[in-house]
């Protein structure tokens, strides 16, 4: 199953982010990694981004195409270049430095 979240672009000039996440299942873990994400998409990228969420354990084979060898995984497609985020997104600043999103004031 694939679950897929689209907001639209509120701000004239911002990058467009196309974000995947990998999980496995709907774990409570999945949950807070999907509820982390969310939270650090709508303060520091609100209005252009797209998540899409693959559940591994219905897709197994889309792991190989992006060498995702541990779950949860956040892929950067876009803005290039391609970068990557394991873990459950829990230490935000971590995660803001690692994809590259400069906050916003």
């Known amino acids: 199953m694939v679950k897929v979240t ?15 996440l990998y999980v496995a299942g709907e774990t409570p873990k999945t949950k807070k990694t999907i509820e982390n994400l969310n939270k650090i998409c709508e303060e520091h990228l609100k209005g252009c981004y797209h998540i899409e969420v693959i559940d591994l354990t219905k897709n197994p084979q889309l792991a190989a195409g992006e060498q995702i060898f541990a779950i949860p995984t956040l892929v950067r497609k876009l803005p290039e ?3 990557k985020i394991i873990g459950d997104l829990s230490a935000t600043e971590k995660v803001l430095v690692g994809l590259d999103i400069h906050p916003r004031k």
């Open 81 to 83: 270049p391609i970068r």
């Open 6 to 20: 689209k907001k639209k672009e509120e701000a004239v000039g911002e990058k467009e982010w196309e974000l995947r």
